[in-house]
């Protein structure tokens, strides 16, 4: 700020200086030298001098022809016409410049002009003052004295001059004023003494008093200028097309310098990339290891892990009968269910804390595996007998059937394990695995939990493998067909509809009772296609029989749908396609779902059975009693009929003993104001018993076996009798002497 403060100063002190020197040379100045020659030197220094300069190639000045007319202005016409020309001249050239883009702080141009003034004036002032030497100064008009002042001149001014730009150029912020004056020394000294030189030529050229001659001079000089003046602008082209091919060189030199560091850059890159795809690589393989080995959902091993290591158990155990080994076989049952209700994400968190159960049960030297789904398998090591392995897996299915809770969610699981101790007959894992498998299924028909594998176990399971076969071209092979058990109106004796019965006769091994192909076609998805053709066969056959008489037109066939059937959402359109292929009324098709099915996922089963009281048929609750219902639940299922299971009907003894579950069933069942069946009535006992009670149907072995369906259709057109014929007589004497009916309790 202060430095800044001084630079004003010292500007506004030199521009005061350079007007007074002006003033000063106005005052002093001759009228004689008025004349049209020094109005020349003016127009030379203001007009052409600052647009004849000639830059020098490779040098710092140029040969100003300014500085020529000020030194022939002060040895013509005197200091103070010199002065004046300086002045003209000074601000013709900064405005000059100014126009050919230089740029000048505020009170430059000012500030220049004082400083060429006050330095010629100096010089001048110089000039008077020192007196001529005696023996040493020349002789006026002499060229030795021409000589002399015009060095005296050139080398004052450059005094001069320089000092005042150093001082003005320090005190605005530049170098130090030692460094400008050195500056000056090699630039402006020789542009002054050029300038001397060329005031000096024209002196003489003027002072000869001949003006052809001075013409041929001026002329000579104007064409040695202009030559010279070609020849710069031609070395000043060949210096620009060097100085532009240098510039090219450069530029093409610094292009390929950056395009060598992109490429350093790019190869960098690419070479970090290609660290990163190795490291990725290797990180794939090492994943790709862990999944050939490892499951990722619960981190135990997988299926060929598992075999592996069973396949060294087994060679082991040939080579060393002590080594000795179980395999267990898990499987979660109805796992299905989570995922469905609670979702697959929900399905995968239980599924790894089956895991980390099962891990915190066994030995460390053990192996647990999950080699499907919902099932895991576990190789235990170093037990004495089976009867140990036994109770490990006892306590693994105990520990699991606990309830537990998950992300808010109280889950409790049901599962099966099988057991399956080693044996010199095995070869390969697949073995150990297919017979563990095995028990596990034995636990599962069995209900048990648990079960260890034994080769009768194989027999049947193969057995059974062979009737899944079969059971699936039964139908394209003509082997299954229908048999319907009467159902009664125990009212009056007459035929209120039929159950639909499933037979398989196999062409081999003959009749295969229901109980043992049903759950077959239950577990392996059979039984829904099986139901469809049941449906479609049976609403055929009742459209047919109903049209045998008047009396059959409401007759009702009751078909039974399974729980794995309910569960599908396609039984609606199943039904539906039935009746509209067969064109019986729906309220004559009864479907029978069984106490255990409708309670599994009660809900649902409300949903479906809306669905299809919608559509029009009729339904009931099979084997009712063997469950465990929940009576809300119960009141909310929309069924027509409740049908007594025959369990409870057979504890009835020949005087009526055991009848109390019976009372219950149907006092229940009367206050839903749902009708009642019983089914497995064998005896006039039952029979009278449930008279009595008021049941409202019966079927039993008591009034008609399963009939084929041509037995079926001839009974039918007979009209038989269906009641016992000493119950036919008794119900008309009771009738013909008027009594009413029966009591119910």
Known sequence: MKRALNSVIAKGVLIALGAVTAAWAAVLIRPNVLTPGLFALLVLGAVLAPRMSLTLPGWRFALSFSDAAIFLAFIVYGGPAAIL???????????????????????????????????????????????????????????????????????AQFVFSASLASILSWMNGGKSFLLTLKRYLSTSAMTQMVGAGIAGVVYRLISFGDPVAATIGFAAMMVAYLTYRRSISEIKDAITHAES??????????????????????????????????????????????????????????????????????????????RTFHVLFLDLRKFKHINDSLGHSFGDKVLATVAKRILRMVNSTDVVARIGGDEFAIVLTDLANVGKAQKVARRIYDSLGQP?????????????????????????????????????????????GV?????????????????????????????????????????????????????????????????????????????????????????????????????????????NISGKHMSNDDLIDDVENALIESKIDPHTLKLEITESAA??????????????????????????????????????????????????????GDKGE????????????????????????ETITQLELLEELGCHYGQGYLMSKPLTVTKMEAALRDKRTWLPETLVQESRATSAFGMGDLPVF
Request: aromatic share 8%; glycine share 6%.
């Open 599 to 652: 309670m599994e996922n009660a809900d649902h089963t409300i949903r479906i059975l809306n669905q299809l009281k919608e559509v029009g048929v009729q339904l009931s609750i099979d084997d009712f009693g063997t469950g465990y219902s929940s009576l809300s639940y119960l009141h909310r299922l929309p069924f027509d009929t409740l049908k007594i299971d025959r369990s409870f009907v057979s504890a009835v």
């Open 85 to 155: 020309l300086t002045v003209l001249e000074s601000v013709a050239n900064c405005l000059y410049l100014r126009s050919h883009g230089t740029k000048f702080g505020k009170w430059m141009i000012p500030a220049n002009v004082a400083v060429n003034t006050i330095a010629i004036g100096l010089t001048y002032g110089l000039w008077l003052v020192v007196p001529p030497i005696p023996g040493i100064t020349p002789d006026a008009g002499t060229t030795p004295h021409l000589i002399a002042m015009l060095s005296f001149l050139a080398l």
């Open 245 to 322: 091919a240098e510039r090219k060189k450069s530029e093409a030199e610094r292009d390929r310098r950056l395009q060598a560091e992109q490429y350093a850059q790019q190869l960098a890159r690419s070479l970090e990339l290609q660290e990163q795809a190795n490291d990725a690589l290797r990180k794939s393989e090492n994943d790709l290891q862990y999944a050939a080995y490892f499951d990722p959902l619960t981190g135990l091993a997988n299926r060929k892990q598992f075999g592996d290591t069973l396949s060294k158990l087994i060679d082991g155990y040939k080579n060393d009968p002590a």
């Open 404 to 448: 537990f809770s998950l992300a808010g969610n109280r889950v409790t699981l049901d599962l099966n394990i099988g057991v399956a101790p080693c044996d010199a007959e095995y070869v390969t894992p697949q073995e150990v695995l297919r017979d563990a498998d095995i028990a596990m299924h034995a636990a599962k028909e069995k209900k048990s």
């Open 658 to 681: 055991g009848s109390e579950i019976l009372k219950t069933i149907v006092s229940l069942a009367k206050n839903l104001k749902k009708k009642v069946i019983a089914e497995g009535i």
């Open 451 to 559: 079960a260890v594998f034994s080769k009768e176990l194989r027999v049947k399971f193969l057995d059974r493998i062979r009737l899944e076969n079969d059971l699936r071209h039964a139908v394209d092979r003509g082997e299954l067909s229908m048999s319907y058990q009467p159902i009664i109106d125990l009212s009056d004796g007459k035929l209120f509809g039929m159950e639909a019965l499933l037979r398989w006769n196999h062409t081999e091994l003959g009749q295969i009772p229901p109980n043992k192909f049903i759950p077959i076609a239950e577990e392996s998805g059979l039984i829904i296609p099986m139901t469809n053709w049941i449906l479609e066969e049976t609403c055929k056959r009742i459209a047919k029989w109903q049209k045998l008489s008047p009396d059959y037109e409401r007759l009702v066939v009751s078909v």
